[in-house]
């Protein structure tokens, strides 16, 4: 794809239950960020991968969050018991070097209304 | 705890002129420092990303960078009304590669 992915792109869910958001990344780029962004607030930072080393958690805000890459591409967010407050829009970026160029594109998002 | 702060504007400029966005960041062992812009929503756009002290230029983009301190700036030349967005800052400190993200300068550009 010429550009990162995220499906789906709204997700309303009721309180308590599970919700997984998924990220595709563009082919190539070797570090995956998943970030959530509340209305009108900056990014908050949810969790890093980078190739096969071990992710980087430390921005995940419970034991209810975690996140998968499999096979250094496709990503799963997964948020279980989900809370109000984990309404936001979950985005995720991927990054890499091409041809000597940094490149970092974040995909559309996924606005999560808990309700 | 790592800090990214930015006046959260509004910044009007009129079209033509050049808009400066500001940046201050606590963390003296950052080590990579990027500027995003962000349309009313849509997602974040990188539009510079700089790592040695000084200035790096792209276009109408001037990044500027004093690591000693502690700040980045974006400069917008010659301005115009498709640059009114929220300017996102963004600092990555040492072996976490996690960005710190500031709250964003929202600029407008009046034509």
């Known amino acids: 794809g010429a550009g990162v992915s995220q499906s789906p792109s709204n997700k309303v869910t009721e309180k308590g239950k599970d919700v997984e958001l998924r990220c595709d990344p563009i082919?190539?780029?070797?570090?995956l960020y998943w970030y959530r962004q509340s209305l009108g607030q900056g990014l908050e930072f949810l969790i890093y991968?980078?190739?096969?080393?071990?992710?980087?958690k430390s921005g995940l805000p419970s034991d209810r969050f975690s996140a998968e890459r499999t096979g250094g591409s496709v990503s799963t967010l997964t948020i279980q018991r989900t809370q109000q407050e984990d309404s936001a829009v979950y985005l995720c970026?991927?990054?890499?070097?091409?041809?000597?160029?940094?490149?970092?594109?974040f995909g559309p998002g996924t606005r999560l209304t808990v309700t | 705890q790592k800090e990214v702060e930015q006046n959260s504007g509004p910044l009007s400029v009129p079209e033509g002129a050049i808009a400066s966005l500001n940046c201050t960041y606590s963390?003296?062992?950052?080590?990579?420092f990027f500027w995003y812009r962000q349309y009313s929503g849509k997602s974040p756009e990188l539009i510079m990303f700089?790592?040695?002290?000084g200035d790096k230029e792209d276009g109408r983009f001037t990044a500027q960078l004093n690591k000693a301190s502690q700040y980045v700036s974006l400069l917008i030349r010659d301005s115009q009304p498709s640059d009114s967005a929220t300017y996102l800052c963004?600092?990555?400190?040492?072996?976490?590669?996690?960005?710190?993200f500031g709250s964003g300068t929202q600029l407008t550009v009046l034509p």
């Open positions: 991968f980078q190739g096969n080393s071990a992710p980087d």
């Open positions: 700089i790592y040695s002290n």
């Open positions: 963390d003296r062992g950052s080590q990579s």
């Open positions: 970026a991927s990054s890499g070097w091409t041809s000597g160029t940094y490149e970092q594109y």
């Open positions: 963004a600092v990555e400190s040492g072996s976490a590669r996690q960005l710190t």
């Open positions: 082919s190539g780029h070797t570090a």
